[in-house]
């Protein structure tokens, strides 16, 4: 291990802080749009919905640009100390002076944060998106059983009890 960091390897860390502190900010940003997205599907605002789906692929497509930049950081820093390629940020953490070891660190945790709580408010959003739909489709289906409503008799000729569908509009007219 180093005891003393050269001068290109505290460039490196640099790097990796400032990609890890851009990553951070665009991820708040993202975790932002998903709890006001929350909202926008409750409201079941089509206008609303489309531009925030456009507003957040844009911010999801910049956070996966910085993932890069931050993995091709690391690996640079890896491939100096003669680290695996595709080391984690704690196993970095070692290598570093004491306030980039403590900015990475700090940043790290908070990137851990922010993309567990994008997760699941992602995965809260998927099930109440998933509800609307069902509840949609539903509605749907019973409008076609109004509209079109099958047969009223079974195969023996007895008047079906349970299929009282159809049974609102009126075929008079």
């Known amino acids: 291990m180093r005891e003393i960091m050269d001068d290109r390897l505290r460039f490196l860390y640099g790097s990796l802080i400032s990609v890890l502190g851009r990553e951070i900010e665009v991820c708040g940003e993202l975790r932002g749009f ?19 789906n456009a507003v957040k692929e844009a911010c999801v497509s910049r956070a996966g640009m910085l993932e890069d930049a931050r993995k091709k950081s690391m690996n640079k ?20 002076d004491g306030s980039r070891k403590d900015e990475l660190a700090k940043c790290g945790s908070l990137l851990r944060l922010l993309l567990t709580d994008i997760q699941k408010l992602n995965e809260g959003n998927k099930m109440l998106l ?44």
């Open 130 to 173: 998933s509800a609307s739909l069902l509840r949609v489709r539903r509605s749907i289906d019973f409008l076609g059983q109004l509209v079109y409503p099958g047969t009223t008799y079974l195969n023996s000729g007895k008047l079906k009890s349970n299929n009282m569908n159809g049974r609102i509009l009126s075929r008079e007219g």
């Open 34 to 52: 998903l709890v006001r997205e929350k909202d926008i599907l409750k409201k079941a605002s089509a206008d609303e919905l489309g531009e925030s």
């Open 77 to 96: 820093i890896a491939k100096v100390l003669d680290l695996e390629e595709n080391p984690t940020i704690s196993a970095l953490l070692p290598y570093a």
